[in-house]
């Protein structure tokens, strides 16, 4: 079996979204004074590849603890997006070369290659986002989650969130940023887990998003 890792690692100087802090990795105990090590971890819960619930927009809507430990695993497909220019659109064009896969799967996977930018200014650039067209087939769709390679399911300079809050407003699914090395997953399903933390009332988590392919 095959596995891969598709997670940025957590460092005090990772990118994070504009106007949030870094996180901060602070000595809590270390091996001189107590005998083991501890660490303090301070930062955002959508900090690095994370994973947004519909909470994260609507105060009464689905947190990512109330989610059933299921959601967090199934198919992936990755659809290949890197020949979009700068601020161009995913359009169900990039879905078609895939077929029926793209109805097998639980999980949509967007790869725009800007993944190759993280921890540079133009990973914070005008990165192609989804349609209205491609926003309404994964509500109807009956997903358990998408993600992408980049900071935002909207653009940086979309504050109102538009396709956030179109998204969770219809459906119990979850957003999955910040993810990498989509690349190297093939054109195929594939297995994909990407449990987050189990916090109370949480409206986002850090995640270990991991793919396996059965060789």
Same mark, same amino acid.
């Given at each position: 079996?095959?596995?891969?890792?598709?997670?940025?690692? !957590?460092?005090?100087?990772?990118?994070?979204?504009?106007?949030?802090?870094?996180?901060?990795?602070?000595?809590?105990?270390?091996?001189?004074? *107590?005998?083991?090590?501890? $660490?303090?971890?301070?930062?955002?819960?959508? $900090?690095?590849?994370?994973?947004?619930?519909?909470?994260?927009?609507?105060? *009464?809507?689905?947190?990512?603890?109330?989610?059933? +430990?299921?959601?967090? !695993?199934?198919?992936? %497909?990755?659809?290949? @997006?890197?020949?979009?220019?700068?601020?161009?659109?995913?359009?169900?064009?990039?879905?078609?070369?895939?077929? *029926?896969?793209?109805?097998?799967?639980?999980? =949509?996977?967007?790869?725009?290659?800007?993944?190759?930018?993280? /921890?540079?200014?133009?990973?914070? /650039?005008?990165?192609? @986002?989804?349609?209205?067209?491609? %926003?309404? %087939?994964?509500?109807?769709?009956?997903?358990? /989650?998408? /993600?992408?390679?980049?900071?935002?399911?909207?653009?940086?300079?979309?504050?109102?969130?538009?396709?956030?809050?179109? =998204?969770?407003? +219809? @459906? *119990?699914?979850?957003? !999955?940023?910040?993810?990498?090395?989509?690349?190297?997953?093939?054109?195929? %399903?594939?297995?994909?887990?990407?449990?987050? =933390?189990?916090?109370?009332?949480?409206?986002?988590?850090?995640?270990?998003?991991?793919?396996?392919?059965?060789?």
């Amino acid at each position: 079996m095959r596995v891969l890792d598709l997670t940025h690692t !957590i460092r005090e100087d990772m990118p994070v979204f504009p106007g949030a802090d870094t996180p901060k990795l602070l000595p809590a105990s270390t091996y001189e004074h *107590d005998g083991f090590k501890e $660490t303090l971890m301070q930062m955002y819960t959508h $900090t690095g590849t994370h994973m947004d619930p519909p909470a994260h927009l609507f105060a *009464d809507r689905k947190t990512l603890d109330a989610f059933p +430990a299921s959601q967090f !695993i199934g198919r992936a %497909l990755v659809v290949d @997006c890197r020949m979009l220019a700068e601020g161009e659109a995913i359009t169900v064009e990039q879905l078609r070369p895939y077929g *029926d896969k793209v109805t097998q799967a639980e999980f =949509l996977l967007f790869n725009l290659g800007w993944d190759k930018r993280w /921890g540079t200014e133009a990973y914070f /650039g005008d990165y192609p @986002c989804v349609d209205d067209e491609v %926003l309404d %087939l994964i509500i109807d769709g009956g997903y358990k /989650g998408i /993600g992408f390679d980049v900071i935002g399911l909207d653009p940086i300079a979309d504050e109102n969130l538009t396709r956030h809050k179109k =998204l969770f407003r +219809a @459906c *119990d699914i979850v957003n !999955i940023e910040n993810l990498k090395d989509l690349d190297c997953c093939g054109d195929d %399903l594939f297995w994909f887990s990407c449990a987050p =933390l189990k916090i109370e009332d949480c409206d986002g988590s850090p995640i270990r998003a991991i793919a396996w392919f059965e060789d």
